[in-house]
């Protein structure tokens, strides 16, 4: 019997395929949150609309939150330490964009049609956000690393982690499945989510524009409620 591929169905389902994005609308009764939930990987129709749905609310004066976790790390080893350990939680880290194989046509391990023409997220500029006057609402790679470490423990790295540089395939032992699911969803996600809810509430701003990752919506939903009851999204 030949092998079933899940690769059609979870093209479909992804949300990949998509021309345009879908606002998402929330509002306390006197804030109002344009949510745009972004796919990393697309098509560039997708993205073209992406951009001109953010000049469009820059030039309307929403104040702009956007998605970026980065580091405020001065010397290379620590970095590498913390990405290391990063990559140890997740079994990869991907410094750019690096979710789509455009020439092997595959998505991670998963091999997907050439003919939809995907493309990764572009940077900030290609999504029309000015970093100039957009803020960059998230977390710092290494506060990721370090809270979950308060949690957990330190996390230990053994040779072939610290052999491994990280730009090589990563062949090493992850994580145990409790501690990598504990890190997605309660980091990752979690912490970046609680973060995002905390700036938003504390925006001045009465109109304000997210562009965020699909997955932290339900999430953001959650934290801003458990801030202000009076949260809830727009239909």
Request: charged residues 25%; proline residues 2%; contains cysteine.
């Amino acid at each position: 019997m030949g092998s079933i591929s899940c690769s059609p169905i979870w093209i479909h389902f992804s949300g990949v395929l998509e021309e345009k994005p879908e606002l998402k609308v929330l509002s306390n009764g006197e804030k109002e949150v344009l949510f745009l939930p972004i796919h990393h990987i697309g098509r560039e129709s997708y993205y073209q609309e992406v951009k001109r749905i953010t000049d469009s609310l820059d030039q309307q004066a929403y104040t702009i939150l956007y998605e970026q976790v980065s580091t405020g790390l001065r010397e290379a080893e620590d970095f590498i330490l913390m990405a290391k350990k990063f990559r140890k939680l997740t079994g990869s880290f991907n410094a750019g964009t690096g979710y789509l194989d455009t020439v092997n046509h595959k998505i991670g391990s998963m091999d997907y049609d050439p003919k939809y023409q995907l493309m990764n997220q572009p940077d900030l500029d290609g999504l029309g956000i000015d970093t100039a006057t957009a803020i960059k609402a998230d977390l710092l790679l290494e506060d990721l690393i370090l809270a979950f470490e308060k949690k957990h423990g330190t996390i230990q790295l053994d040779s072939c982690d610290l052999d491994t540089d990280l730009e090589s395939d990563y062949l090493c032992s992850a994580s145990n499945a409790d501690w990598q699911k504990d890190f997605r969803k309660h980091f990752i996600l979690g912490l970046r989510n609680e973060n995002l809810a905390r700036q938003i509430d504390q925006s001045e701003s009465e109109k304000i524009f997210v562009i965020y990752g699909a997955s932290h919506f339900k999430g953001l939903k959650q934290e801003l409620s458990h801030l202000n009851s009076a949260w809830t999204e727009l239909k």
